[in-house]
């Protein structure tokens, strides 16, 4: 069986766009969409391992549409019963007018807190940590300080198995 050859960065950014572009889709609904599978995919995942019930989600957005799918997937948790903390590098900027809506949309849910180490350290035990910071867009090396917020975000990850 051969497998699937997937787009790179540039020709899915070029996909999305066209499909965009021709009316087929709007960006709204492309983060709408990724976000409902992504829940899925987790909550599945989590299932599989024999934990059904909601658990506590850490979601990190940057500013741009990336940062949107962020904002779907928390509200969507949320929906589902899950306690979720958003925080985020910055708010989505006028460039990015999808994402301002679905930061709207979990605005009346829940409050962002500034994405930064500390702040990621002090969640506390996480089920689900969720990178929506930066997507096929970013073509410059990340922040020490953003890279330390990361970092952090990994080690609750791996801090969950134990």
Same mark, same amino acid.
């Given at each position: 069986m051969e497998l $699937?050859?997937? $787009?790179?960065?540039? *020709?899915?950014? %070029?996909? *999305?766009? %066209?499909a965009i572009a021709a009316g087929t889709v709007s960006g709204r609904e492309l983060m709408e969409r990724a976000a409902t599978a992504l829940v899925e995919v987790a909550l599945a995942e989590r299932a599989l391992a024999g934990h059904p019930e909601p658990g506590r989600a850490l979601v990190l957005c940057g500013p741009g549409n990336n940062g949107g799918d962020g904002y779907a997937v928390a509200r969507l948790l949320a929906g589902r019963g899950w306690r979720v903390r958003v925080l985020a590098l910055a708010p989505p900027g006028p460039s990015a007018p999808d994402a301002c809506a679905t930061a709207a949309r979990w605005a009346a849910l829940g409050p962002v807190g500034r994405l930064d180490a500390a702040s990621v350290t002090a969640t506390g035990p996480t089920d689900l940590v969720v990178d929506a910071v930066f997507g096929t867009g970013i073509m410059r090396p990340l922040a020490a300080d953003l890279c330390a917020a990361l970092a952090a975000a990994r080690d609750l990850v791996r801090g969950a198995g134990r």
């Open positions: $699937p050859i997937l $787009p790179t960065s540039a *020709e899915m950014r %070029a996909i *999305e766009g %066209a």
